[in-house]
């Protein structure tokens, strides 16, 4: 499994004031490093080393260095600014190699199905993260499914994907994962003849009897309620 090595430095000033933006504009991130069995530290990472490990994927293993100790973890959450969308924060769950861990791994699709060309299918994606309970070792970054075989008869489920050894499927395997769906064609709208046929077709309502013609005359209705 892929390693990335990164240092990190305990955090001072918490509570205090502007810690937080002196922090960033250093171009470092206020994190957390929690879990096995040891009381949370604050501390803090460059963006630079942050942007190293989310470009080698989730679940990469992390080896936290501080104050001379390192520690193995795991990116559980990185939080972004909602206008800029730089990282803002980060925590990291210390972990063991020899313990098995529950986590969230993304579905990735691969393949073309004949039935996209014959019928004008479309993918529709249903869940893109499974989630799948394995040592850490053997964590996978991502799940490939091939949905070559897959046709508008018959989707994939969770229970379908076949995983990498040591990787168990915690995710109800009656889950839909993809399937195709046709799209439903749109019903046409009236030709302007027919449209006319429909009016001239509607019966003569009460308020359209007793008005003038286009000569100027009345109608029949309007000479019948003079005698």
Do not use: W
């Amino acid at each position: 499994m892929e390693k990335v090595s990164i240092a990190a430095t305990a955090r001072e000033g918490i509570g205090v004031k502007g810690a937080l933006s002196k922090i960033r504009a250093e171009k470092n991130i206020p994190a957390v490093l929690y879990g096995g069995h040891k009381d949370p530290v604050s501390v803090t990472v460059s963006v630079k080393d942050l942007d190293k490990i989310v470009k080698a994927g989730k679940n990469t293993l992390v080896e936290v260095t501080l104050n001379g100790t390192a520690e193995l973890a795991l990116v559980k959450e990185v939080q972004y600014h909602p206008v800029t969308d730089l990282p803002i924060h980060a925590d990291f769950q210390r972990v063991s190699m020899n313990d098995k861990m529950d986590v969230v791994v993304p579905v990735r699709l691969e393949g073309t199905c004949a039935d996209i060309a014959q019928y004008g299918a479309i993918i529709e994606h249903i869940m893109r993260e499974i989630e799948v309970r394995a040592l850490v070792s053997a964590i996978p970054h991502e799940i490939v499914v091939d949905i070559t075989p897959m046709t508008i008869n018959k989707g994939i489920l969770a229970g379908d994907i076949k995983l990498p050894k040591g990787v168990e499927l915690m995710t109800d395997p009656q889950a839909p994962v993809v399937h195709l769906a046709i799209p439903k064609e749109e019903e046409a709208a009236p030709a302007p003849a027919a449209a006319a046929d429909a009016t001239a077709a509607q019966p003569e309502s009460s308020s359209t009897k007793g008005k003038k013609d286009e000569e100027g005359n009345l109608t029949k209705g309007a000479d019948a309620a003079k005698k």
